[in-house]
Nanobody
Framework: QVQLVESGGGLVQTGGSLRLSCAAS????????MGWDRQAPGKQRELVAT???????DYADSVKGRFTISRDNAKNTVTLQMNDLQPEDTAVYYC???????????????WGQGTQVTVSS
């Protein structure tokens, strides 16, 4: 099982910035794609950004140009730099990671516990 630990959420004013980080751990696994989802109160969870092991990225239209996802393959960490934050970005942000269990060649996806991001107007 892969464990994900997130950090970096908090309260920020409109136009401000926050940086979320997530570290994956678990022996016998190779981490593949990593990313971030978010869920606002009363809304469905939505994909925010993903990054492959080779560094290819994809973003939700609502965050393009404001958010940047990056990763460190050696440390199995993923970071989401969020700039020009808006009240509609308020949500719980969840880190996710795909993993390949080397011994059995089976794939799985894990999620972190979530970190709150609140943007005040």
């Amino acid at each position: 099982q892969v464990q994900l630990v997130e950090s970096g959420g908090g309260l920020v004013q409109t136009g401000g910035s926050l940086r979320l980080s997530c570290a994956a751990s678990g022996s016998g696994f190779a981490i593949t794609a990593m990313g971030w989802d978010r869920q606002a109160p009363g809304k469905q969870r939505e994909l925010v950004a993903t990054i492959t092991r080779s560094g290819s990225t994809d973003y939700a239209d609502s965050v393009k140009g404001r958010f940047t996802i990056s990763r460190d393959n050696a440390k199995n960490t993923v970071t989401l730099q969020m700039n020009d934050l808006q009240p509609e970005d308020t949500a719980v942000y969840y880190c996710n990671a795909g993993a390949l269990k080397v011994v059995t060649n089976t794939r799985s996806t894990s999620w972190g516990q979530g970190t709150q991001v609140t943007v005040s107007s």
